[in-house]
């Protein structure tokens, strides 16, 4: 979903919110291998609950058309 239906990343979205962005954008210069990268933001998350990510994430703006576009698959259907 992220920069197709909506357009922001969620994990940006939820740094911001959350107050760890420097530390995410830290993570994603290393020079590691991606399941690690993961791992190491994974940990930012820890003791946010999932209602919380929930209300960040449905605040994300819908990238334009977005809705015209799932109507017209649903119509396909």
């Given at each position: 979903?992220?920069?197709?239906?909506?357009?922001?990343?969620?994990?940006?979205?939820?740094?911001?919110?959350?107050?760890?962005?420097?530390?995410?954008?830290?993570?994603?210069?290393?020079?590691?291998?991606?399941?690690?990268?993961?791992?190491e933001?994974?940990?930012?998350?820890?003791?946010?609950?999932?209602?919380?990510?929930?209300?960040?994430?449905?605040?994300?703006?819908?990238?334009?058309?977005?809705?015209?576009?799932?109507?017209?698959?649903?119509?396909?259907?």
């Amino acid at each position: 979903m992220d920069g197709t239906l909506i357009k922001d990343r969620t994990i940006f979205v939820i740094s911001e919110k959350k107050g760890f962005k420097n530390q995410l954008l830290n993570v994603l210069k290393k020079n590691i291998d991606p399941y690690q990268k993961s791992i190491e933001i994974a940990r930012f998350l820890k003791g946010i609950n999932s209602q919380e990510c929930l209300d960040i994430f449905r605040n994300i703006e819908l990238q334009d058309n977005v809705l015209e576009i799932i109507n017209k698959l649903k119509e396909k259907d």
